[in-house]
């Protein structure tokens, strides 16, 4: 039986290929977008993460860490853990701007969010304001890529964890299914050091777009039979605070998926 990451994915992607509207962007690579896409996911059932295609797991854990653990912009910083996804968006200093990581932890030079948002949750875990944005109106025009998964919302029911993550801009080939499961993962790690179970978690995609050179390979995955769903997340049970997370603290156990599709990145 077809596990609900795959199906709700494949949905999604038949919907964009059958019926997108084609449109222009700053890439100068059309595609084609659809507006206002959910998807949702209960963590006590399955771990999302996609099977048609490999998802590089380690890597997205990477960068969410960077961003919120590390509160860091230094693309310099995900090269020295083999990672270069943001090495096309980095600028002459190194870094990203004042984007992701920096709002996360330094907003307007001295705000953590994080912090605020675990000490929310353990002092007073039925607000209703528990919310992380990138947004910073005032630091976008320096950002050298102004945040796409730009914030999260966060609420409690009993002893489970519920988030929501908005995203401005999709792309549904690549970005989707990293996003997908490193959110996952997120809520898994704070749902721990909280003392949460983690519960359902929300994607809400305003603009979900397939780029006109990934058409050929994203009709190659739908092609493919997904696996059933026996993904899970590790947690290491000897981590109580948030800032203590490392890469290796978090591992993807029996994940079964089929190969390894190559796509371009639109920059």
Same mark, same amino acid.
């Given at each position: 039986m077809i596990n609900n990451a795959d199906y709700q994915y494949n949905s999604l992607l038949k919907e964009i290929l059958e019926t997108g509207y084609k449109d222009q962007n700053r890439t100068g690579i059309s595609t084609y977008k659809l507006f206002g896409k959910t998807f949702r996911f209960d963590l006590q059932k399955e771990f999302p993460i996609i099977t048609t295609k490999f998802v590089a797991f380690k890597t997205a854990i990477k960068e969410i860490m960077w961003i919120y653990v590390q509160g860091n912009n230094n693309v310099k910083d995900l090269q020295n853990m083999n990672v270069k996804i943001w090495d096309e968006w980095m600028k002459e200093d190194g870094t990203i701007g004042p984007a992701y990581g920096y709002q996360a932890r330094h907003w307007g030079g001295n705000i953590d969010q994080v912090k605020n948002l675990i000490d929310t949750l353990k002092n007073d875990p039925y607000s209703r304001r528990m919310i992380v944005s990138f947004w910073n109106v005032q630091d976008l025009p320096?950002?050298?890529?102004?945040?796409?998964?730009?914030l999260t919302m966060w609420d409690v029911v009993g002893d489970m964890l519920n988030m929501s993550l908005? !995203?401005?801009? @999709?792309?549904? !080939?690549?970005? @989707?299914?990293?996003?997908?499961?490193?959110?996952?993962?997120l809520q898994c790690m704070v749902a721990h050091v909280t003392g949460f179970k983690p519960g359902i978690f929300s994607m809400y995609m305003n603009n979900v777009h397939v780029y006109e050179n990934h058409i050929e390979g994203?009709?190659?995955?739908?092609?493919?039979?997904p696996?059933?769903?026996?993904?899970?997340i590790w947690i290491n049970p000897e981590v109580k605070n948030f800032d203590d997370f490392k890469p290796n603290d978090i591992r993807l156990l029996d994940y079964k998926c089929h190969d390894k599709i190559k796509f371009d990145v639109a920059v």
């Open positions: 320096e950002m050298a890529l102004q945040p796409c998964c730009f908005i !995203i401005r801009s @999709n792309d549904l !080939i690549l970005g @989707n299914p990293f996003n997908m499961c490193q959110y996952a993962a994203a009709k190659l995955q739908l092609s493919r039979e696996y059933e769903s026996t993904a899970k």
